[in-house]
């Protein structure tokens, strides 16, 4: 983009007489150049650009952090494109629905059944799916991270696994996501899953209801467990937490994005700082403290976004504040498999991982 702007500006003269430079009747340029200087002098435009923008951005995040929230949350990368009214092209035994969290939020879910309970699927209305869970397979409520939607080839990989292993998967666009209204905020996260899961919850029976947050959604698997065992005294029966963090902050200054800002000075009070003013908490940390919920932790050691370093560390906060030691489990994946911060779910371990953590502790 900008190498063609700034071709615009002082087109070299073509040999040929090619080139916007060489149309006739056009004015002679006010000061002709030797070539080398003319490029030497757009490389220090073009850096003293790039310098102009590193050094604004941290200052213009302190004072609007909202432009900051863009980046955490990552919604404006809205691919894959998709008819989300379609999950059949990604997804066998799939529905899709929409739930209304708020006056004005509208949000998107798509239903995976158990693959075991796919044939009698075939041609079945909504009240019937409805009516599947409760059939004492376990329900996964699905919390994605940052970026992309529930259509997402990472998050449909998973989902196809976890429905092979007999669960059923309600994977949810939060606002702002897919073709979900709204615009995104943590408490309004938290607001969407809140739904979801009360409406499960009027149709789930006994079966068990456990929350997967990925990545930034551990924070919002973590905000709403907290929020349903303060607020209405209710202990969700398992939360998995992968590829998570400790709180917002302490991620912000470990993923790649912000290593170009770390030797910054005022890195902390300018960007860090920001996200609290930008009301972006996300802390895992402290929700592990309340918890009571058995926890499991997955993440790969190869994980170039979220260090695993962090999800050890909420592991030993957890393992610390639990009473129930057996309670919280870490998995970490070696980094041979190759496994990173989405792929987990390649690993045919992970089912039998998940399975084991909810024998044991029932
Ligand atoms: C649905 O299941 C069939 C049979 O197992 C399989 O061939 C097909 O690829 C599946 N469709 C999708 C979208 O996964
Ligand atoms: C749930 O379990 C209780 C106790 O075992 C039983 O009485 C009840 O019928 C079950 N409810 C459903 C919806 O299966």
Known sequence: MKRCSQRGVAPPPGPQGEGPAARAGDPPAGSPRPRGRRS??????????LLIIYVSVPFLVRLFPALLAKFVFLNIMAFPF????????LLNHTVNFYLTTEPEVTIGVWHVLPASRGIE?????????????????????YLHGNGGNRASGHRVSLMKVMSGAGFHILALDYRGYGDSSGYPSETGLTTDAMCLYDWVKARSGNSTVLFWGHSLGSGVATNLARKLLEEKGIQVDLIVLEAAYTNIREAAAHIPITRIYRQFPGFEYLILDSLAL??????????????????LILHSEDDPILPVHLGRKLFEIALHSYENK???????????????????????ELPAIVKDFLKNIK
């Open 40 to 49: 030497s002098w757009l490389f220090k435009t073009l850096i003293l650009h």
């Open 326 to 348: 057996d309670k919280v489990k870490f998995v970490a994946f070696p980094e041979k498999l190759g496994l990173a911060h989405e792929n987990i779910c390649l690993d045919p």
């Open 278 to 295: 930008g009301d972006m908490f996300f802390r895992n940390d402290e929700n592990v403290k309340v918890l009571t919920s058995p926890l």
């Open 82 to 89: 998709v008819d989300f009214g379609k999950p059949e092209l």
């Open 121 to 141: 699927a075939q041609g079945k209305d909504h009240s019937w799916y409805e009516e599947t869970l409760a059939d004492d397979n376990p329900v996964i409520i």
